[in-house]
């Protein structure tokens, strides 16, 4: 595949995004990689793939746990919030910054998405509902297990955690960090109307439900600053078996944090469905799509839309990860890599650090 960004192009021109400036608003979209260490320390190979990546404008990284508790949804997934796991983000965020790059944690809660081989313990989530689907743990592929549906007194103790993983992000030299509330995981699952059936503040209406969220990103604030915190979110998308009959809790969600200021929003969304016209309405601020096509991205559905100004800036996964030097690509109109599947979630190099630029197709790395 092949696309051309002419150098006047939208989506290459800078943008400021909160207290950070972007040099282009071609974002990298945070993707699992599956190669952090089993107490969930990043992977030592992690500093070279960011950095690789620098040319992104903003890079946003792998889902990242806020506690023990809420990783465990995949085997090797990162967390921060223990000094070894900050210091192996401080590296990461060095690297970046001498590529020239900028860099947010996304901060993560797996709730129901968790398999307590892998977590420790059993799944939390807002009701006792199980994902119908199966998961890869240390012995084998298995289904999904009942959740334990939160206490609405264990509920303060998760929003400190994203709270005390924002300031370690940040102590780790990190722009901002991106509040998780997508693909089916904790804070997702509090939105839906399906997937949350509690009658206390945390259920029901749709303040109710965007509660939980609006509480993390308001701890978050108050912790780090509005201009270091993104949110992503991804109405109606299906990704961990997640159902919702009623988007109004993420209009009730915006609207409750709209006034906070924050750096981005991130939608993961189909921009023919309906509730994107109704929140990019609602959203004044800086707007980060990401169209998340079966058939890969398309750079000119983006460049027309950032052209117009419906977004400030798209966010792209699978081509990054494939192409390090995916800006230069575009410029120059050459032939993208495709990424291979297969090692997406692999262990080790292969499929994540190797991937050629431009220069090493010219002069391979063997030469
Ligand atoms: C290998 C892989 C890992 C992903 N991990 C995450 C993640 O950690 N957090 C997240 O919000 N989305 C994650 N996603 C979703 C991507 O951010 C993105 O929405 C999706 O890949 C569609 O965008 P694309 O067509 O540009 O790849 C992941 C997707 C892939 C393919």
Partial sequence: ?????????????????????????????????????????????????????????????????VSRGANGAY????????????????????????????????????????????????PVAPSAIAADMLTHTPTGKKPLEIPRALDIEEIPGIVADFRAAARR???????????????????????????????????GSPENRARLTAE?????????????????????????????????????LLNRIAPLGIAYLHVLIDPSAHIFGVLRALWSGTFVLNTGRDTGTDFSQLEGYAEWGAISAAAVGRAYLANPDLID??????????????????????GYIDYPTLDEVAEPRSA
Avoid: C
């Fill in 1 to 65: 595949m092949t696309y051309t960004l002419a150098a006047d192009s939208a989506l290459l021109q800078p943008i400021q995004v909160g207290d950070t400036l972007a040099t282009n608003r071609l974002f990298m979209a945070p993707l699992t990689r599956s190669r952090a260490a089993a107490d969930g320390t990043p992977s030592d190979l992690a500093a070279e793939y960011y950095s690789q990546r620098a040319a992104a404008g903003l890079i946003v990284s792998e889902a990242t746990a």
């Fill in 329 to 350: 690509r575009l410029v120059l109109g050459a032939e993208l890599n495709e990424p291979v599947v297969a090692t997406f979630y692999a262990p080790g190099p292969v």
């Fill in 75 to 122: 085997m090797n997934t990162p967390g921060i919030y223990t000094d070894a796991h900050q210091a192996k983000w401080a590296e990461i965020a060095q690297a970046v910054h001498d590529a020239g790059g900028k860099m947010f944690v996304q901060l993560w809660h797996v709730g129901r998405m968790a398999h307590s081989e892998i977590s420790g313990s059993q």
């Fill in 216 to 252: 993390v990103v308001e701890a978050v604030v108050a912790e780090i600053g509005a201009g270091r915190v993104g949110l992503r979110i991804s109405p109606g998308n299906h990704a961990g078996d997640m159902h919702e009959n009623d988007m109004s809790a993420y209009e009730a």
């Fill in 169 to 203: 992000a940040i102590d780790a030299g990190m722009d901002g960090v991106e509040i998780h509330g997508a693909n089916g995981y904790l804070l997702h699952e509090f939105a839906s109307d399906v997937v949350n059936q509690r009658t206390d503040a945390y259920g």
